[in-house]
């Protein structure tokens, strides 16, 4: 047990290091440091880096996040032997993972042998599944290993589905003392059988926010397909397909048999996941036997022993990406109800993929990358023209454009376009032509 | 109580009008990259934080990214170009409430 009493006990508050520390370190550290706020993550990597310094051993730290921003959320970081114990208290999401991922992060850096007590973790979504899963891998490369101790029922079921516990080292509590988290019941866990689809679909909606990390959202498109394959009562399997590269992709599937499944849909261009990825909308094949939309694809389904197949689109800014897909070797296997499920972990599936920007193909990107090039380019240009004109240097050049941009409420590529535009001219007009002080 | 950043100023205060315009940070940044803004993600995320000091230059290109996207949502240029400008703002606004604009819910 950690002691919270400690002569090295440090509480982080928001001055406790300089800014000019900061900024030093910064410099210093290695990318990345995640999407949430910086200086914040800076201040707990810096102290703990601090705090290693002086602690002897056996002392312990403590890291509290103010309360008023953080809630119950705290972590308090002991070092015994050469095992760093980081106990984690309150409830890990969206705002509270990265503040631990940067904790963990600087603590792995001396440290292989870390161990998370979770057992006063009330709550833990996908944020706190991914800060874990990159830490354990990270560790494990290195020839470290992290073990979680005393994790809730339902924790130790989403890191155990999700493949985690593969990663990681765990140390379950004494069963008299087994603590479950604050919105799960022993039975709760349990009905992931499949027995409670709104209790289900209720989770699912908990995991709708991870960083842009391939391999989170990889993890949680796995854990819909998990779920989706316990709740759906006719579901002998399923997958998720992804447009990546240009490419539909599977990115998680129940089997193996599934994987071929949605490989014959790629290979022959048809399908119900090809056809609900590319418009949008929902594609029920009650009875291969009788489906006459698919000719290419039917028949190798139908040789794999599938006969019912359910595709929901996955969208991501309205936009669609993908499909979940689920397959049945039943005919007529789908209930309304089972539709209606399906709906539902598809929509959720949708909205991590659109808090995390998947929609934005690479031709897209490419598209924005060149867009912005060439906008920099024509800057440049418009600069040049202005600097031999004033005869000023290129901070005083570009300032003039700003200046002119601010002034009519235009963007500043117009106003760059125009100058450029002018070199074909005689001289700049005399009404429009950028001068110095033209300071708005 | 509000974080002062390596800057003198309010840690956020840029990355608030960064969440006032509705913009990601990735978006900002290929806004800013876009005006000539030679920082790389990470480093304007630190700017914006207040964990990094901007250049003077790369000041001007924030702002204006920034204002670009306010005008385009029917504001004026509510960001500060200089650091001057800021502080004189600041000054002036001491006592009255935010000095924020305030975009159209829509975005």
Known sequence: ?????????????????????????????????????????????VAIRLELDRAASGCDAEVTVPKDLFGQFAVTVGFVNARAVLAVRGEMDRVTAPELGAILDAVIERHRSVVLDLAELDFMNAWGLGVIAARASRLRRSGGTLTIRSPSAMVLRTLDITGVTELLGVELPDPARRRLGAEQSIEDADGLDGTEPHGLAQHVGKITAVPADPDVVDGVLRLVVALARAS?????????????????????????????????????????????????????AESLDSETRWPAFTPRAQALGINAILSSPLLAEDRPVGALNIYSRTA???????????????????????????????E?????RNAALETR????????VIMEREGIEADGAYSILCNYSRRSNRPFRERAEEVVASTQRPQLDPESGPRLGDDG | ???????????????????????????????????????NALELEAILYGALEPSPHDREVIAHALNER??????????????????????????????????????
């Open chain 1, 1 to 45: 047990m950690i002691s919270r009493h400690s002569e090295a006990r440090l509480r982080v508050q928001s001055r406790a290091v300089a800014p000019s520390v900061l900024s030093v370190a910064y410099r210093h550290l290695p990318r990345p440091l995640g999407g949430c706020p910086i200086c914040c993550q800076l201040r707990y990597v």
């Open chain 1, 232 to 284: 759906v009562g006719g579901a002998d399997g399923v997958s998720v397909s992804l447009r990546r590269h240009g490419r539909l992709a599977t990115v998680a599937a129940s089997d193996q048999t599934i994987s071929d499944m949605d490989a014959s849909q790629y290979a022959t261009g048809e399908g119900p996941c090809v056809d609900a990825s590319v418009n949008g909308r929902w594609f029920h």
């Open chain 1, 332 to 362: 007529m296997a789908f209930t309304p109800q089972d539709r209606e499920l399906a709906s539902v972990f598809a929509a959720e599936a949708s909205s991590m993929l659109t808090s995390t920007g998947v929609d934005v193909t690479d």
């Open chain 1, 364 to 368: 897209q990107l490419s598209s924005l």
């Open chain 1, 377 to 384: 380019r024509l800057i440049a240009q418009a600069e040049g």
């Open chain 2, 1 to 39: 109580m509000a974080e002062i950043s390596a800057t003198g100023q309010p840690a956020d205060m840029l990355d608030g009008y960064r969440r006032d315009a509705g913009l990601s940070h990735g978006d900002l940044w290929l806004r800013y990259f876009e005006l000539g803004g030679m920082s």
């Open chain 2, 70 to 107: 306010f005008v385009e949502l029917g504001g004026n240029h509510p960001v500060p170009y200089t650091e001057s400008d800021a502080t004189k703002r600041r000054t002036r606004t001491a006592g009255r409430g935010s000095h924020r604009f305030a975009p159209p819910r829509s975005c």
